[in-house]
T-cell receptor, first 116, second 109 residues
Framework: DTGVSQDPRHKITKRGQNVTFRCDPISEHNRLYWYRQTLGQGPEFLTYFQNEAQLEKSRLLSDRFSAERPKGSFSTLEIQRTEQGDSAMYLC??????????????FGPGTRLTVL | DAKTTQPPSMDCAEGRAANLPCNHSTISGNEYVYWYRQIHSQGPQYIIHGLKNNETNEMASLIITEDRKSSTLILPHATLRDTAVYYCIVRNSGYALNFGKGTSLLVTP
């Protein structure tokens, strides 16, 4: 069973450019989560999907951030008009959620974004 | 979700047991205790979770006190590769994991 994969692993961009990250969850996992981690801090939740439905997005950091999971499989996170403060590790996790029980999230390796 | 308190750092000699404490005095009855760790520049790695009973898997043991207000993660024979930041997270059936700052464990030769 392959784990969560993320692409690219590293991204360097100039301020004002748009960037898109991809996450491929563990096969058959119905939930997919995005987190952001800045230096010295723990990961911070951004948004999540149950299948293709985005069920929570109020914690996306600004309207420059958006995420999609069009067919309920892979997901993309886009940041428009990047700022230097967006420099961070962006983490994706997936889980298999079943009614009435807790789901365990498994994380990918992350995409490290550097905005110059 | 209940708040957790962990020591910022701990040391452990290689080969000895590492006991990482976590306080979660406001935990409610339906909240699970999860442990993750993060080795430098990698994604968090799931270790173990529990509700009321003690749990053991191939990586670690989780001891939860009877009143559920605290827990201890035990790595029975720590190796250098166990050097990482360890996060104790209390979670109900909600979606997000609320990571704090965790405990930075240093395993020394």
């Amino acid at each position: 069973d392959t784990g969560v994969s993320q692409d690219p692993r590293h991204k360097i961009t100039k301020r004002g450019q748009n960037v898109t990250f991809r996450c491929d969850p563990i096969s058959e996992h119905n939930r997919l989560y995005w987190y952001r981690q800045t230096l010295g801090q723990g990961p911070e939740f951004l948004t999540y999907f149950q299948n293709e439905a985005q069920l929570e997005k109020s914690r996306l950091l600004s309207d420059r951030f958006s995420a999609e999971r069009p067919k309920g499989s892979f997901s993309t996170l886009e940041i428009q008009r990047t700022e230097q403060g967006d420099s961070a590790m962006y983490l994706c996790a997936s889980s298999l959620a079943r009614w009435g029980s807790t789901d365990t999230q498994y994380f990918g390796p992350g995409t490290r974004l550097t905005v110059l | 979700d209940a708040k957790t308190t962990q020591p910022p750092s701990m040391d452990c000699a290689e080969g000895r047991a590492a006991n990482l404490p976590c306080n979660h005095s406001t935990i409610s009855g339906n909240e699970y205790v999860y442990w993750y760790r993060q080795i430098h520049s990698q994604g968090p790695q799931y270790i173990i979770h529990g509700l009321k009973n003690n749990e053991t898997n191939e990586m670690a043991s989780l001891i939860i006190t009877e009143d559920r207000k605290s827990s201890t993660l035990i790595l029975p024979h720590a190796t250098l590769r166990d050097t990482a930041v360890y996060y104790c997270i209390v979670r109900n059936s909600g979606y997000a994991l609320n990571f704090g700052k965790g405990t930075s464990l240093l395993v020394t030769p």
